[in-house]
């Protein structure tokens, strides 16, 4: 079945340092790929997303790029702030009902 | 533009006593509606899905059980809650498109 796998956290990085949270999934056809965010106490947002293979997806200086010979959806900042600080939930879309395959969760946190 | 409400924000119940959890979407109509659960720690399970007024789809046996009386609302509910029933509830919606869904703020909910 479709599964979506991310690296294990937490991840701890100094300010300014450069981020990339590994995605990785397995899936029929052609999903949609999602990355949200949840700060502590929230719910989730929407961070960025790519509908097909080569689409990359941006916000707030956040970065993925769709790659379907590598089955892969890796997050990336160059510069990471202290309100970066969250967890990052890697997904996939374009199933039966609307679902979404949500990964485990990466917990970064950013120290001054 | 779209909402979604969820209420209560916080609650602790003893174990045993119902429990009813409620979710409205406003700025839109015939949405695709979730819930989910975040234990402690832990990734996001899927609870229940519903694509209509009346349809419910469960995703994992357990003792909660879900309504969607309107096309808007969408109520988690639970005749006897057990110490594992704890955690944080989110409710979602997505319409269409790519199945990017949007979250609500989320219950926390303690049973003691």
């Known amino acids: 079945g479709d599964s979506v796998t991310q690296m294990e956290g937490p991840v701890t990085l100094s300010e300014e340092a450069f981020l990339t949270i590994n995605c990785t999934y397995t899936?029929?056809?052609?999903?949609?790929l999602f990355w949200y965010v949840q700060y502590p106490g929230e719910g989730l947002q929407l961070l960025l997303k790519a509908t097909k293979a080569d689409d990359k997806g941006s916000n707030k200086g956040f970065e993925a790029t769709y790659r379907k010979e590598t089955t892969s959806f890796h997050l990336e900042k160059g510069s990471v702030q202290v309100s970066d600080s969250a967890v990052y939930f890697c997904a996939l879309g374009g199933r039966q009902g609307g679902k979404l395959i949500f990964g485990q969760g990466t917990e970064l946190s950013v120290k001054p | 533009s779209q909402t979604i409400h969820q209420w209560p924000a916080t609650l602790v119940q003893p174990v045993g006593s119902p429990l009813s959890l409620e979710c409205t979407v406003e700025?839109?109509?015939?949405?695709?509606l979730y819930w989910y659960r975040q234990a402690a720690g832990r990734g996001l399970q899927l609870l229940f899905y519903?694509?209509?007024?009346?349809?419910i789809s469960s995703e994992v046996p357990q003792n909660l059980s879900a309504s969607r009386p309107q096309d808007r609302q969408f109520i988690l509910s639970s005749k006897k809650l057990l110490l594992s029933d704890s955690g944080f509830y989110l409710c979602a919606w997505s319409v269409g498109g790519p199945n990017e869904q949007f979250f609500g703020p989320g219950t926390r909910l303690t049973v003691l």
């Open positions: 700025g839109t109509s015939n949405p695709n």
């Open positions: 519903s694509v209509g007024i009346g349809q």
């Open positions: 899936a029929t056809g052609y999903p949609s």
